[in-house]
């Protein structure tokens, strides 16, 4: 198993922070995720089911970290406000997912920053040459976060394989175009164990 790492950048008026938990700190956030994943317009934009338990939380957190997934719980200032992962990680590729969790905490940028710090990781730190994303073709946050990051529409075999379903587009992203369009998180990200 990889050490655990904390990856922390601090901007102009706020200071951003991904922590990948033990299983301690996932039992302590497991009420608040489950909240979070269960509420409408989360659960119906990551394929969820709505229903979840405390424990299928921490099952989840369990099967993400054992099959080779590195899972961040994404704090600003200070206060949980949502997650992130890298999953399916294989020759040198992954899938990303995010999600920001309150509805009154969206919209104010907190997924970019969130978003930036776990590419960052994910190319510079693990050194993956290609991320995927699968979004609802209705999840209009989300297409402008990808374009933000600088994603583009991938129709490839490769991209389809991370597929939801009928209503999910793919597109991936290029470690050298994130490291070209983000060069302020390239550098200034700080990655701790
Ligand atoms: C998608 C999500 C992660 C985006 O995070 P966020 O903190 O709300 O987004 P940000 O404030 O960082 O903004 C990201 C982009 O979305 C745009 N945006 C914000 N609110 C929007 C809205 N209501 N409609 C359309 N675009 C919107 C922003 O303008 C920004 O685009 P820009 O860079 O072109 O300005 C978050 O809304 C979320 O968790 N949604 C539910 C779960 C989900 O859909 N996860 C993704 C699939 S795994």
């Known amino acids: 198993m990889p050490p655990s790492f904390e990856l922390t950048w601090e901007t102009e008026d706020r200071s951003f922070a991904a922590i990948e938990p033990d299983a301690a700190l996932v039992a302590r956030s497991a009420e608040q995720l489950r909240d979070w994943y269960n509420a409408h317009d989360n659960a119906s934009m990551m394929e969820g089911s709505g229903v979840m338990s405390c424990d299928d939380v921490i099952e989840f957190w369990r099967e993400l970290r054992a099959s080779g997934g590195r899972g961040f719980l994404g704090f600003v200032d200070g206060r949980l406000v949502g997650d992130a992962d890298l999953r399916s990680i294989h020759d040198g590729a992954a899938e990303f997912a995010l999600m920001i969790g309150p509805a009154a905490e969206k919209g104010r940028g907190f997924g970019r920053a969130l978003a930036s710090i776990i590419h960052v990781f994910a190319f510079r ?69």
């Open 125 to 193: 730190e693990l050194a993956l040459s290609r991320v995927f994303v699968p979004p609802r073709r209705d999840n209009h946050r989300v297409h402008a976060l990808n374009a933000f990051l600088g994603y583009e529409r991938d129709e490839s075999a490769a991209a389809r394989a991370f597929a939801d379903g009928p209503d999910s587009e793919t597109y991936s992203l290029a470690a050298e175009t994130f490291r070209a369009k983000h060069r302020a998180a390239w550098r200034e990200v700080e990655v701790r164990p």
